[in-house]
């Protein structure tokens, strides 16, 4: 048995080579993600950077921390507050008593002398950071600073903005730059006087005593040792970045492992398909159904090994290859690279395996039925190429698919908007079309063809013959342009959709005019900018601020909701909230606005919550909003956000203002600080443009792995069945047609199945989009469809293009004249 299918292999590579291509390609596709995923797993351990020299340091409570039952358990559940606590100042004092303290500010600084998101911090808390003069000296009256990491020299005067507004100020010192912040240290004083509130105590006391004087005392922790860590700007920042990644890496990993049992099923069922005369042959031999079925399973397997082994050395060139990609792209953080995982290629390996043995099972059990003389006996045409429990499959998965998504827009519209559904749902339709494609060939063949097929000459007659009587043909060549385009138009175009759908939703939920927000590199507007906004003549101003509310769903889990502080009255003068029950008009301190998501959302009920600096309080609903594409939170007054600092104003101009006097005043009253002024229109586009440019490099990179991937696939399926129909080809040469008709009919029969492949595919995603449009109506959100035309155009030409190169270049090969020697 072994040498038969040795020799089998060595007489057959060439109908083999696209099986091995594809299985190939998919196992280095699937290492590649299964590499890059682990090393996504794990972010990099850290030690403290802020305070590294400190002893011990008191901090305020940055974290919210609420028992809950999960099942006859009560555990307890962490999430990060909106606004951290600060450090209470009689603590100053107590701890004093200890040993030496120093408190630390930080607070935001802004000049066009500093980088971006440059934060202030007293001189005195520069002895326990990696921060040491290397130039200069310590600031020591109010005016001077030192700089870390910026393009000022000793001696500059530069225009350093704060919350109480800008002032030039000399640098005195410089120290280095550091990963972690950009850090502008000012004397004591006047850190204290530009920010009041202490963010962290050092204390050089022992660690016991420090815990036992602050016992007792709420929102504060005390740090030593590695925990120090949680001291740092962002100590979170790694784990979150890799969420992302992560993210992105799954979905791709999963839609790859798709693509690949997709395409190596289709390839592996044709390769058996082109066979059938040779198992003719085998049975009138004399071998057995079961010896059939164990050759095919057989070759599939060393085909398998081989295939999966080259593809194990190809994904460990191609993850580095790919976190690279991801970091130019700045989808992964800069220190992202790849780790020494090895159970990835394992799994790889023995995926590549089981997707093979399990591609070519139904074809090995067809194979075993081959009667010797219906094998004999058949024609080129295709018959019975839908057996019955395939097409049962293949209707029971599109009933499935197609039941699914009616269930979901009819129970939980909002479910279809997310990534996650909108990524997987097109998955079942595509694997459903690709199975009864053989049923769908003919038809489609037959409407595509009829146009070609009335013009002048015998090629489009040739061509949409030769297709339809294919079927098998068709349909596997057909397979790889399916999945191409049916995900590009329904990944791509259903982000654009949402995203389209989230602007929309965004224009119409305020009546302002213009919107005022911080410049680049700052997350809040100062007080003074504040006050000379709402000064200026001709403007009705709302102003608010980011914020959250955490509240219980059931007993079992803690909720974090974005909110936004706001002033009631000036809210509904300007806003245009999808209120569907209550009024904006009656939120006080006492009562908050939520939406539709909130477990039992009914006005006047009451509903116990913490506040963005963790206070718990029990507040009334007054209004609740519609859901919408899920972007709207809850509203609470500004004293239920303590902590919050004003990001966004929103202008309205009363009656009789003009529009360009009103914006030219704007403008001047937050020039100083660099904040920017907008029209609505403008807003909305810079808020929610089309789709970022990580999650479009994103969905890009898994659109790039099914098309590149489906390609190949697609070249090698036509390699293999052009090498077939050589003597087909070479019959119609000897009936009198040319070379270049020969080529031109074989060229006209691959677009023809390229076309027919892009039918099926744009049919699948418009099932998709069309499901998510209706969600959309459903959930009141104001939007039209996305269709990405010119992604799916581009990738029609592309498989069209490589089909065409993959059929005429074997065919060429085989028609051209053989040189004779002379006798």
Same mark, same amino acid.
């Not at 280095?176 to 006047?190: K, W, Y």
């Not at 007659?461 to 596997?476: C, F, Q």
């Not at 443009?689 to 036509?718: H, M």
């Not at 499901?771 to 959309?776: D, Q, R, S």
């Given at each position: 048995?072994?040498?038969?299918?040795?020799?089998? &292999?060595?007489?057959?590579?060439?109908?083999?080579?696209?099986?091995?291509?594809?299985?190939?390609?998919?196992?280095?596709?699937?290492?590649?993600? =299964?590499?890059?995923?682990?090393?996504?797993?794990?972010?990099?351990?850290?030690?403290?950077?802020?305070?590294?020299?400190?002893?011990?340091?008191?901090?305020?409570?940055?974290?919210?921390?609420?028992?809950?039952?999960?099942?006859? @358990?009560?555990?307890?559940?962490?999430?990060?507050?909106?606004?951290?606590?600060?450090?209470?100042?009689?603590?100053?004092?107590?701890?004093?008593?200890?040993?030496?303290?120093?408190?630390?500010?930080?607070?935001?600084?802004?000049?066009?002398?500093?980088?971006?998101?440059?934060?202030?911090? *007293?001189?005195?808390?520069? #002895?326990?950071?990696?921060?040491?003069?290397?130039? +200069?000296?310590?600031?020591?009256?109010?005016?001077?600073?030192?700089?870390?990491?910026?393009?000022?020299?000793?001696?500059?005067?530069?225009?350093?903005?704060?919350?109480?507004?800008?002032?030039?100020?000399?640098?005195?010192?410089?120290?280095?730059?550091?990963?972690?912040?950009?850090?502008?240290?000012?004397?004591?004083?006047?850190?204290?006087?530009?920010?009041?509130?202490?963010?962290?105590?050092?204390?050089?006391?022992?660690?016991?005593?420090?815990?036992?004087?602050?016992?007792?005392?709420?929102?504060?922790?005390?740090?030593?040792?590695?925990?120090?860590?949680?001291?740092?700007?962002?100590?979170?920042?790694?784990?979150?970045?890799?969420?992302?990644?992560?993210?992105?890496?799954?979905?791709?990993? +999963?839609?790859?492992?798709?693509?690949?049992?997709?395409?190596?099923?289709?390839?592996?069922?044709?390769?058996?398909?082109?066979?059938?005369?040779?198992?003719?042959?085998?049975?009138?031999?004399?071998?057995?159904?079961?010896?059939?079925?164990?050759?095919?399973?057989?070759?599939?397997?060393?085909?398998?090994?081989?295939?999966?082994?080259?593809? =194990?050395?190809?994904?460990?060139?191609?993850?580095?290859?790919?976190?690279?990609?991801?970091?130019?792209?700045?989808?992964?953080?800069?220190?992202?690279?790849?780790?020494?995982?090895?159970?990835? !290629?394992?799994?790889?390996?023995?995926? +590549?395996?089981?997707?093979?043995?399990?591609?070519?099972?139904?074809?090995?059990?067809?194979?075993?039925?081959?009667?010797?003389?219906?094998? !004999?006996?058949?024609?080129?045409?295709?018959?019975?190429?839908?057996?019955?429990?395939?097409?049962?499959?293949?209707?029971?998965?599109?009933?499935?698919?197609?039941?699914? &998504?009616?269930?979901?827009?009819?129970?939980?519209?909002?479910?279809?908007?997310?990534?996650?559904? %909108?990524?997987?749902?097109?998955?079942?339709?595509?694997?459903?079309?690709?199975?009864?494609?053989?049923?769908? /060939?003919?038809?489609?063949?037959?409407?595509?063809?009829?146009? *070609?097929?009335?013009?002048?000459?015998?090629? +489009?007659?040739?061509?949409?013959?030769?297709?339809?009587?294919?079927?098998?043909?068709?349909?596997?060549?057909?397979?790889?342009?399916?999945?191409?385009?049916?995900?590009?138009?329904?990944?791509?175009?259903?982000?654009?959709?949402?995203?389209?759908?989230?602007?929309?939703?965004?224009? @119409?939920?305020?009546?302002?005019?213009?919107? /005022?927000?911080?410049?680049?590199?700052?997350?809040?507007?100062?007080?003074?900018?504040?006050?000379?906004?709402?000064?200026?003549?001709?403007?009705?101003?709302?102003?608010?601020?980011?914020?959250?509310?955490?509240?219980?769903?059931?007993?079992?889990?803690?909720?974090?909701?974005?909110?936004?502080?706001?002033?009631?009255?000036?809210?509904?003068?300007?806003?245009?909230?999808?209120?569907?029950?209550?009024?904006?008009?009656?939120?006080?301190?006492?009562?908050?606005?939520?939406?539709?998501?909130?477990?039992?959302?009914?006005?006047?009920?009451?509903?116990?919550?913490?506040?963005?600096?963790?206070?718990?309080?029990?507040?009334?609903?007054?209004?609740?909003?519609?859901?919408?594409?899920?972007?709207?939170?809850? %509203?609470?007054?500004?004293?239920?956000?303590?902590? $919050?600092?004003?990001?966004?104003?929103?202008?309205?101009?009363?009656?009789?203002?003009?529009?360009? $006097?009103?914006?030219?005043?704007?403008?001047?009253?937050?020039?100083?600080?660099?904040?920017?002024?907008?029209?609505?229109?403008?807003?909305?586009?810079?808020?929610?443009?089309?789709?970022?440019?990580?999650?479009?490099?994103?969905?890009?990179?898994?659109?790039?792995?099914? !098309?590149?991937?489906?390609?190949?696939?697609?070249?090698?399926?036509?390699?293999?069945?052009?090498?077939?129909?050589?003597?087909?080809?070479?019959?119609?040469?000897?009936?009198?047609?040319?070379?270049?008709?020969?080529?031109?009919?074989?060229?006209?029969?691959?677009?023809?199945?390229?076309?027919?492949?892009?039918?099926?595919?744009?049919?699948? #995603?418009?099932?998709?989009?069309?499901?998510?449009?209706?969600?959309?109506?459903?959930?009141?959100?104001?939007?039209?469809?996305?269709?990405?035309?010119?992604?799916?155009?581009?990738?029609?030409?592309? =498989?069209?293009?490589?089909?065409?190169?993959?059929?005429?270049?074997?065919?060429? =090969?085989?028609?051209?004249?053989?040189?004779?020697?002379?006798?």
């Amino acid at each position: 048995m072994l040498r038969m299918t040795l020799g089998g &292999l060595r007489t057959r590579w060439t109908t083999l080579v696209g099986t091995f291509v594809a299985l190939g390609l998919g196992v280095a596709l699937i290492a590649t993600m =299964c590499l890059a995923l682990a090393s996504t797993l794990d972010a990099p351990r850290r030690g403290p950077e802020r305070f590294a020299a400190a002893p011990v340091v008191v901090r305020g409570t940055d974290t919210l921390t609420v028992p809950v039952r999960r099942g006859p @358990d009560i555990e307890k559940v962490s999430a990060p507050l909106a606004h951290p606590r600060p450090v209470p100042p009689e603590l100053v004092a107590r701890l004093g008593r200890l040993g030496p303290v120093t408190p630390d500010r930080t607070f935001p600084v802004r000049s066009a002398a500093l980088p971006q998101g440059a934060v202030g911090h *007293p001189w005195s808390a520069a #002895a326990f950071t990696p921060y040491r003069l290397t130039a +200069g000296r310590a600031p020591e009256k109010a005016g001077e600073v030192v700089v870390a990491g910026s393009e000022a020299r000793l001696g500059d005067r530069v225009r350093i903005g704060t919350a109480s507004g800008d002032q030039t100020r000399v640098v005195v010192g410089t120290v280095p730059r550091s990963a972690f912040e950009s850090a502008v240290f000012f004397t004591d004083d006047e850190a204290a006087r530009l920010s009041p509130r202490i963010d962290a105590l050092v204390v050089r006391a022992p660690a016991a005593e420090v815990r036992e004087a602050v016992a007792g005392t709420a929102g504060v922790r005390v740090l030593t040792g590695v925990d120090r860590r949680r001291a740092d700007p962002d100590p979170d920042r790694d784990s979150r970045a890799l969420l992302t990644v992560n993210a992105l890496l799954g979905t791709a990993a +999963g839609v790859t492992g798709f693509v690949s049992v997709f395409v190596v099923a289709s390839t592996f069922a044709f390769a058996v398909a082109q066979r059938r005369r040779e198992f003719g042959l085998l049975r009138m031999a004399g071998a057995t159904p079961g010896q059939l079925r164990r050759v095919v399973l057989a070759e599939a397997a060393v085909v398998g090994v081989l295939a999966s082994a080259a593809g =194990c050395a190809l994904g460990t060139w191609g993850a580095p290859w790919l976190a690279r990609q991801l970091v130019k792209g700045a989808v992964a953080p800069e220190w992202f690279t790849i780790d020494d995982h090895f159970w990835p !290629l394992p799994v790889a390996f023995s995926t +590549g395996l089981l997707v093979a043995l399990a591609g070519v099972w139904a074809a090995a059990r067809r194979a075993g039925r081959v009667e010797p003389a219906e094998a !004999l006996r058949e024609a080129a045409v295709d018959s019975r190429t839908m057996p019955l429990t395939r097409r049962l499959l293949g209707a029971g998965l599109l009933l499935a698919g197609v039941a699914t &998504l009616g269930w979901t827009l009819a129970d939980d519209p909002g479910e279809l908007l997310k990534r996650k559904t %909108y990524t997987t749902e097109p998955m079942v339709l595509i694997t459903a079309v690709g199975l009864l494609a053989p049923l769908l /060939v003919r038809p489609v063949v037959r409407a595509l063809g009829h146009l *070609p097929a009335r013009l002048p000459g015998a090629t +489009g007659i040739l061509a949409r013959e030769s297709a339809s009587a294919g079927v098998r043909r068709t349909a596997s060549v057909a397979a790889p342009v399916l999945i191409t385009v049916a995900l590009t138009g329904s990944l791509l175009g259903a982000a654009a959709t949402v995203s389209q759908a989230k602007a929309a939703e965004l224009r @119409d939920q305020t009546r302002a005019d213009f919107v /005022v927000t911080a410049g680049a590199g700052s997350e809040e507007l100062s007080a003074s900018a504040v006050r000379r906004v709402s000064d200026v003549p001709g403007a009705l101003v709302s102003t608010s601020a980011t914020t959250a509310v955490f509240s219980r769903d059931g007993e079992s889990a803690l909720v974090k909701s974005a909110a936004r502080a706001v002033d009631p009255a000036r809210l509904a003068a300007v806003g245009r909230l999808p209120v569907v029950s209550g009024s904006v008009r009656d939120l006080d301190d006492r009562g908050i606005v939520v939406n539709e998501e909130w477990e039992r959302p009914t006005v006047g009920r009451r509903v116990a919550v913490w506040l963005g600096d963790g206070r718990k309080t029990t507040l009334r609903i007054v209004a609740v909003l519609r859901t919408g594409t899920g972007d709207n939170g809850a %509203y609470v007054t500004w004293r239920n956000a303590r902590g $919050a600092a004003v990001d966004r104003i929103e202008v309205r101009l009363r009656p009789g203002a003009d529009a360009a $006097a009103v914006a030219k005043e704007l403008r001047a009253a937050v020039r100083s600080e660099g904040g920017q002024v907008l029209t609505r229109d403008a807003w909305v586009a810079a808020v929610h443009p089309r789709t970022s440019p990580q999650t479009r490099l994103g969905l890009l990179v898994v659109v790039g792995i099914a !098309l590149i991937y489906a390609g190949i696939a697609l070249a090698g399926t036509l390699v293999m069945a052009t090498s077939d129909r050589i003597p087909e080809l070479r019959a119609l040469r000897l009936a009198g047609a040319t070379t270049f008709q020969v080529l031109r009919a074989v060229a006209a029969e691959a677009m023809l199945t390229v076309a027919v492949g892009a039918l099926l595919g744009v049919a699948v #995603a418009g099932v998709q989009l069309l499901g998510l449009w209706g969600a959309l109506g459903r959930l009141s959100v104001p939007a039209s469809l996305a269709v990405p035309w010119g992604e799916v155009g581009a990738a029609v030409a592309a =498989c069209a293009l490589l089909a065409v190169v993959s059929s005429v270049l074997p065919a060429w =090969c085989a028609l051209r004249p053989r040189l004779t020697p002379r006798r």
